[in-house]
């Protein structure tokens, strides 16, 4: 029908014109309803999938209503021959989009009448009705440019380019969508002419929003004109501020570690729409004391803790409405070691590269790195400037403590040869510098090509320098401690370690992050003839573990309650006043010959 021709074909007095306007408004009305409306369609497995929807609705957090479940339940025992109409009619109300894919699979949407209507950091759950007339059984993709990623993950640049994700691409990337497909429904379309599937969004923004939905069921099924998208214009409801009030286990105001979770399982924030001082590869967050999250309506629990000197407590809150709330929390620890004299560091902590992103910036921020250090109760942290984003963050040295530290929580700026040119030899690291240049160099490929140079450099200016994950490279298959199989020497741990420890230039070999026997026969053996080099716990955040800082750590014997010095700590390892390990055990009264540990 050419619809044009009912408003232009008639030569009509004007007197006649509202009239017959009337009339083509109500014949568009009805030609409106019966596009929307499908029919011909079998009840019998429409009602099957209709059951399965109910109960995939359930899941995701989003169920029906008691008077919908009533009507849905009428239907059941009502005419076969209703019922396909008379469900249509209610599910139609939660339907955000339309698709039509036409007997050529063509695929092409329109706006279907649930309200867009969204809460900020909260999902909201929609349907989108699928008029199948090519009765494919291809998965039904949707998709939108305000869903793209808003971060690039490092590619180990020395100097990647951070526009690469601009400031306006942050702005219109406010949406992340999430399909779900899992059972009791199934991944793909099942052909049936018409049903049923399940979207949700997450929305980072308040206030009015527009994002374009894609949608199509394979390669080249998109419609030409656009058709196969759709713009909506969505509002975004501001969420309940939460003010979290942190307390240490003595009162004093202090940073916990968070993991919040509802009902579904789903990590609030978003892990997707991070950005510092919270990492997209974590379930937990940090906050300070009195910081403010912004959470929807719903039932969460907030797993609290603060390191693994802490126990972990849950808590189950509710949040009611979107007046604001205030929650407080009470830190509870099962050890406090350097009310021992115990003080605990990670030596090997990246604000760049692996896990961590490359634009929008070139990895984080020193306020982003010390959160995460008080926020897991480690004294001292050395963020190790390295191969990737090296000539962006290597700005953040300063020979000393970085200006963020405190008392007892120290962060510092140093090195890690690593991505240079004798990273073949083993990567080195690097404390307590001076100077973070090489003597006549000015770009990393200047550098030397083998470690021993390195060495003596950074011990020449006053440094504490050792190897690096020591295990990569020195792997062998038994389990024997020490092996006396011999290893291939052709990785980035210890592997230059046998020669140059008897030049006395290496302080300490790391552990804690690479295979037990890997890293500790090459140290054994060496101590057998007769060199005195230390061991040293890192972790190597975010490469070989990204689940937290400080998860490989040495603790230093140090004076008891006094100031933290980052120059004693170092020392400590230095002097092997210390003992390597992951917080959860630790060493008291131990003696060898009426010798201590420190």
Not at 26 to 34: E, I, K, N, Q
Not at 297 to 302: A, E, I, Q, T, V
Request: proline residues 6%; aromatic residues 12%; glycine residues 8%.
């Amino acid at each position: 029908m050419r619809k044009p021709s009912v408003f232009h074909s008639f030569k009509e007095p004007a007197m006649r014109t509202p009239y017959l306007l009337s009339i083509a408004a109500v014949l568009f009305c009805s030609l409106t309803h019966a596009e929307d409306l499908i029919v011909n369609v079998d009840a019998q497995p429409l009602r099957a999938q209709v059951k399965r929807l109910t109960e995939a609705l359930a899941y995701v957090g989003r169920p029906l209503d008691s008077k919908q479940i009533s009507a849905i339940e009428e239907l059941e025992e009502g005419d076969s021959t209703t019922y396909v109409t008379k469900i249509q009619a209610i599910l139609d109300q939660l339907t955000l989009a339309n698709v039509h894919i036409n007997a050529e699979s063509r695929v092409n949407v329109s706006a279907g009448k649930a309200r867009p209507v969204l809460d900020q950091n909260g999902w909201t759950v929609f349907l989108i009705k699928v008029h199948n007339e090519a009765g494919i059984t291809a998965a039904l993709r949707m998709d939108s440019p305000s869903n793209q990623p808003i971060y690039i993950r490092s590619s180990g640049s020395s100097d990647p380019d951070p526009d690469q994700i601009s400031q306006q691409n942050l702005e219109d990337r406010w949406l992340q969508i999430s399909s779900f497909d899992k059972k009791p429904l199934t991944p793909n379309l099942s052909g049936l002419l018409l049903e049923y599937r399940i979207i949700a969004f997450y929305s980072t923004a308040v206030g009015q929003r527009e994002a374009t939905l894609t949608f199509d069921a394979g390669q080249g099924t998109q419609d030409l004109g656009f058709r196969s998208e759709l713009p909506v214009l969505f509002s975004s409801r501001e969420s309940t501020p939460v003010t979290l009030r942190v307390m240490d286990h003595d009162g004093t105001p202090t940073v916990g570690q968070f993991v919040i979770q509802d009902s579904q399982g789903r990590i609030y924030p978003s892990r997707f729409r991070r950005l510092e001082p919270d990492f997209y590869f974590h379930d937990q967050i940090y906050r300070y004391d009195k910081e403010v999250i912004y959470l929807p309506p719903g039932k969460y629990n907030f797993a609290v803790s603060r390191g693994p000197e802490y126990f972990k407590t849950n808590y189950d809150i509710t949040i009611v409405d979107r007046m604001p709330v205030s929650l407080e929390f009470q830190l509870k620890r099962w050890i406090k070691m350097i009310d021992h004299g115990w003080v605990s560091g990670d030596h090997h902590i990246h604000a760049a590269g692996c896990s961590h992103y490359e634009s929008p910036r070139q990895g984080v921020l020193p306020e982003a790195m010390m959160r995460h250090i008080l926020g897991e109760d480690l004294n001292v942290g050395c963020v190790l400037t390295w191969g990737p984003c090296w000539y962006f963050q290597k700005n953040f040295f300063e020979a000393k403590n970085h200006s963020l530290s405190q008392r007892n929580y120290l962060m510092r700026y140093d090195i890690e040869v690593s991505g240079f040119p004798s990273s073949h030899a083993g990567h080195l690291c690097l404390l307590r510098l001076k100077e973070d240049d090489y003597p006549g160099t000015t770009k990393i490929e200047q550098w030397p090509t083998w470690t021993l140079p390195v060495l003596k450099w950074g011990k020449e200016q006053g440094g504490v320098v050792g190897f690096s994950h020591s295990g990569w490279g020195l792997e062998v298959a038994d389990q024997n401690m020490p092996s006396y199989a011999m290893p291939n020497f052709d990785g980035i741990g210890a592997n230059e370690f046998i020669v140059d420890v008897t030049h006395n230039v290496v302080d300490f070999i790391s552990a804690v992050d690479t295979p037990l026997n890997w890293e500790l026969s090459i140290w054994y053996h060496t101590l057998n003839c007769g060199f005195d080099t230390r061991i040293s716990g890192e972790t190597d955040f975010p490469c070989i573990y990204g689940d937290r800082v400080g998860l490989g750590r040495s603790y230093v014997k140090m004076p008891e309650k006094r100031k933290v010095s980052f120059d004693e700590w170092i020392y400590g390892v230095r002097d092997g006043r210390s003992y390597v390990g992951d917080g959860r055990s630790h060493l008291f009264n131990f003696k060898v010959n009426r010798y201590g540990v420190g």
